[in-house]
């Protein structure tokens, strides 16, 4: 049944139109047919020709290896048998002859860019600069730690640099090697700045190790350095050893009353300091600082001592500033920031006349007290001594301070001396003030207080007619009673007033007398142009009658 249901639907299809598909491609064509197999190209070699004829002679480099013929003398010319001869690239040399000496110059500038080609690092263009002159600054430029080989090697040998500054740039320990051989072969460094370089008492110990072999560094300055006593140990042993250092900066280094003691030591040797900086530490023992000024004043080439920000106290430490001042060529003592006061300046007072050559003592910041201060001041009006700059800053001074300071300065010996100081405190000496014209303008406004005009009075007039009335001093009762006479009421606290600023003699009655006279004087002053009214004449008296005769006298 199926099978003729599907007949019926293929009957039923009618074919409407139908497409002829046209075949456009061709047959493949053999390969004899193909057009490019008719082009004749015909290559034609002229060498080989002449080659056949003898007249030509390729070598072994344009001939073809098929056309060489295998023979005991062409085996030379072949190209995979004869090769050219090689030259030697220096073996024999670099084998049987030592390796050449590359000189360079004492200025170390080629040295530095051959030795950073070599470490592979990046030179600085400034320092490679600066070799060629007397100062090498390199503070705050943050120097690779691989870069202080370089430098040291260049600086090794360079006759121009004096001055190296290296401030903040922390140094390891291998650079610190680096630059303590360095200091050992250069002979021509001065200065050398390691402020804030960090390196530590290991650091220090390796440049100390060196130090002592140079005899040309006078100037080493390691504020900063967080050496601590064990570095101070170091340092010391190395001006023990041979080091000829003259101005040493040890500031902000957490020392001791340990390293003052280590530093005493080295004095025992070799005590030829001029300049020591010792501030900012934690040296708190009067009796360290005692022993290190006896050894300091000892040496006739010290000039500046530095002991700020230490917290020092006590007249012991007094008494070794006294005795550092004994030295002749002492020049500067800086003790701001610490505890002084007392005794203690008395003593630095004392020592001032033996300081011939003192020019600055910076006392800036202490608990002085305003006698202190003045008992320092005091000492300047001594031609012997010799100070120049007396800095007091944030010291409170009173009025007779800055009196004194004014009469200093007068002094033609003082034309040029500086003095600072801090606060002045006027409670304790105020200055003398002259209360007679107070007084005087105090009656001029009593008189005038009145709410009337008639009721209002001139004091000055009242003044004048009282002295006009009795010129001769008065007691204070009467000079109550007359001012209040004439229309000016003033109190018994003022009429006191009047007597303490114009007292008169003094009587053996203890009677208070005001003086008339100095009282007009000062309101003449006060008032020029005040006079009294001029007075009215007075009225002719009748004449007196003549005295009667004997005769009228006899008459009832």
């Not at 000829?244 to 040797?269: G, H, P, Q, T, W």
């Not at 530095?306 to 004994?326: H, K």
């Not at 006191?496 to 006279?517: C, H, N, Q, R, T």
Request: glycine share 4%; net charge positive; with cysteine.
């Amino acid at each position: 049944m199926t099978d003729s249901s599907t007949s019926s639907k293929k009957s039923s299809v009618e074919v409407v139109y139908k497409k002829v598909v046209e075949d456009e491609s061709s047959e493949e064509v053999p390969m004899e047919d193909w057009s490019s197999l008719e082009l004749d190209f015909v290559y034609y070699n002229f060498k080989r020709d002449l080659h056949e004829q003898g007249l030509y002679d390729p070598g072994s480099e344009d001939i073809c290896a098929k056309y060489i013929c295998m023979s005991d003398s062409s085996v030379l010319r072949h190209v995979y048998y004869n090769y050219p001869a090689v030259k030697d690239p220096g073996i024999l040399e670099a084998l049987e002859q030592p390796e050449p000496v590359v000189t360079y110059a004492d200025d170390g500038q080629d040295l530095y860019l051959a030795v950073c080609r070599i470490m592979h690092i990046c030179p600085i263009r400034i320092f490679h600069k600066s070799l060629l002159s007397k100062t090498i600054d390199l503070k705050y430029y943050g120097i690779y730690p691989k870069g202080f080989r370089a430098m040291a090697i260049a600086l090794s040998r360079n006759t121009f640099v004096k001055t190296l500054d290296l401030t903040d740039n922390w140094i390891p320990h291998d650079g610190c090697l680096h630059l303590g051989e360095m200091i050992k072969e250069n002979d021509s460094l001065v200065e050398i700045d390691f402020t804030g370089c960090r390196i530590g008492p290991r650091g220090t110990q390796i440049l100390a190790h060196y130090l002592r072999f140079n005899r040309t560094l006078l100037k080493l300055n390691l504020s900063g350095n967080e050496m601590e006593d064990t570095g101070a140990e170091f340092l010391s042993s190395a001006l023990r050893l041979g080091s000829r250092l003259v101005d040493v900066n040890l500031s902000r280094n957490k020392l001791s009353a340990k390293a003052v003691y280590s530093l005493c030591e080295a004095f025992e040797v070799y005590n030829r300091l001029t300049h020591l900086n010792l501030s900012w530490n934690m040296i708190l023992s009067p009796k360290a600082v005692f022993t290190l000024c006896n050894y300091l004043a000892e040496n006739k080439s010290f000039s500046e001592f530095d002991l700020s920000w230490n917290s020092i106290a006590g007249s012991r430490v007094g008494q070794a500033i006294q005795t550092l001042l004994s030295n002749n060529k002492i020049n500067r003592v800086i003790l701001n920031h610490n505890r002084l006061s007392g005794e203690a300046v008395k003593f630095i007072g004392l020592g001032l006349i033996k300081a011939k050559k003192l020019e600055t003592l910076d006392l800036s910041f202490n608990p002085l007290t305003s006698s202190d201060a003045f008992n320092l001041l005091v000492r300047l009006k001594d031609r012997r001594v010799k100070l120049k700059n007396l800095l007091l800053d944030n010291v409170i001074v009173e009025t007779k301070f800055i009196q004194t300071l004014k009469e200093i300065q007068r002094m033609k010996s003082r034309q040029k001396t500086l003095v600072t100081h801090g606060y002045v405190n006027p409670s304790h000496s105020p200055m003398p003030t002259d209360i007679r014209p107070l007084l005087l303008r105090r009656a001029e406004a009593v008189g005038q207080a009145a709410k009337k005009k008639s009721h209002r009075v001139d004091a000055a007039l009242v003044f004048m007619q009282m002295y006009k009335m009795n010129p001769e001093p008065i007691n204070i009762k009467e000079f109550s009673r007359l001012s209040l006479m004439l229309g000016l009421h003033l109190g018994d606290p003022f009429v006191d007033e009047m007597y303490d600023a114009f007292p008169g003699p003094k009587s053996g009655k203890l009677v208070k007398l005001i003086d008339m006279a100095q009282v007009m004087e000062f309101v003449k002053r006060l008032y020029p142009d005040r006079r009294l009214p001029a007075t009215p004449p007075s009225a002719s008296a009748p004449p007196t009658p003549p005295p009667p005769s004997k005769a009228q006298a006899k008459s009832p």
